[in-house]
């Protein structure tokens, strides 16, 4: 089994290699922003969502704000 940072790593870099725009804060992959496009066939096409992740430095609760 692999280490929660390994995984919290890895599981940011695919993200980062998608399609989203993600901007990193503070230097470091704890705290983020993820800007997304509404889904196709749906009202929200031409929308965009932002969300913003705070990963905890010393706790394995992933907290997540919208």
């Known amino acids: 089994m ?6 919290r790593d890895m599981d940011l870099m ?6 989203y725009k993600v901007e ?3 230097d470091g ?3 983020f ?3 997304f496009r ?10 965009y969502f932002f969300t913003f992740c705070k990963f905890p430095h010393t706790n ?3 907290h997540m704000a919208l």
Do not use: A, H, T, W
């Open 38 to 47: 509404g889904p196709k066939d749906s009202n929200f096409l031409f929308s």
């Open 24 to 26: 990193m804060m503070n």
């Open 14 to 19: 695919k993200l980062m290699m998608s399609d």
């Open 29 to 31: 992959m704890q705290e």
């Open 2 to 7: 692999s280490s929660p940072s390994k995984r």
């Open 60 to 62: 394995l609760k992933i």
């Open 33 to 35: 922003f993820v800007e």
